[in-house]
């Protein structure tokens, strides 16, 4: 059987590494993609781990020989998932989280429509800041045109949350762990076929509660803090990031 393709994607800064790595020791058979990157080691990184470190000559021989199921340029510089990646993880019967940018999970949507997407959001901007400032602190540089650009680039990313299945809110870190484990367990649940303990019904309905569709109480505050109009009220794709946006 076919593994399950789980998609996060999240404003820099937002906390879903943090989530990701928790998720890691509480969740067997999900594979974490490492994507390719041309931005180099931040902190404590290490090549292969978090990322494979490349040159842009190496990424773009790899773009021509079509060894990316997507790739987008972030922040100046190019992130990609291999194909490989995937067709090793569904090779040994593993789930993939790919945790990729808006761009990233359109290209993937529109390949594998049966992809499981989440969009993690922070609770507004300022803790957003925040955030961005103690991590640079971490890591021992504080870059505030860095900070403005995330900041600025969340707002837009932000916009395109309607196109994804499950949304998160990344207030309290052990909740939005706690309903991300739900989201991976229900999707299994509702694939395999299984749904009958106590347990199951519980993370189903956890999962339930993250859906787009039923998370409009907990997104409405955070759209505002954004300044976000929502004034679609439906689905669909908004890709209102231009490539000088993106940048
Ligand atoms: P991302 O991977 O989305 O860019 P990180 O996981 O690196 O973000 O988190 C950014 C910073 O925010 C880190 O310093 C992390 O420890 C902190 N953080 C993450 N989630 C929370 C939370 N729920 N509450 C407080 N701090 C958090
Ligand atoms: P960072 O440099 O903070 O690790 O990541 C910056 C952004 O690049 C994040 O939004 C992250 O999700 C995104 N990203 C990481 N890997 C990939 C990838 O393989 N593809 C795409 N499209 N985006 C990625």
Not at 17 to 44: D, H, M
Not at 63 to 68: L, S, V
Not at 126 to 153: D, H, Q, Y
Not at 157 to 178: K, P, Q, T
């Amino acid at each position: 059987m076919a593994g399950i393709l789980f998609i996060i994607s999240a404003p820099s800064g937002s906390g879903k590494s943090t989530i990701v790595n928790q998720l890691r020791s509480l969740v067997a058979g999900l594979e974490f993609s490492v994507s390719w990157t041309t931005r180099g080691p931040r902190g404590s990184e290490v090549d292969s781990r978090e990322y494979h470190f490349t040159t842009r000559e190496h990424f773009e021989e790899m773009i021509r020989h079509d060894e990316f199921l997507e790739y987008a340029e972030v922040f100046g510089n190019y992130y990609g998932t291999a194909r490989s990646t995937l067709r090793e993880a569904f090779a040994h019967g593993r789930d993939l989280l790919l945790d990729i940018d808006v761009q990233g999970a359109g290209q993937v949507r529109r390949k594998c429509p049966e992809a499981v997407s989440i969009f993690l959001m922070p609770p507004s901007p300022e803790v957003l800041a925040l955030r961005l400032r103690n991590r640079s602190r971490a890591e021992g540089v504080v870059r505030e045109a860095e900070i403005e650009k995330r900041l600025a680039r969340a707002r837009l990313e932000i916009e395109n949350y309607r196109e994804y299945s499950y949304i998160l809110v990344n207030d309290i870190l052990d909740r939005a762990v706690e309903e991300m484990a739900a989201i991976v367990a229900g999707e299994r649940i509702r694939r395999n076929g299984a749904g009958e303990t106590p347990d199951d019904e519980r993370l189903l309905q956890i999962a339930d509660g993250c859906r787009t569709a039923n998370s409009e109480a907990r997104v409405r505050p955070v759209l505002d803090a954004f300044g976000v109009t929502d004034s679609t009220g439906g689905p669909g794709p908004r890709h209102r990031m231009r490539a000088e946006e993106q940048a």
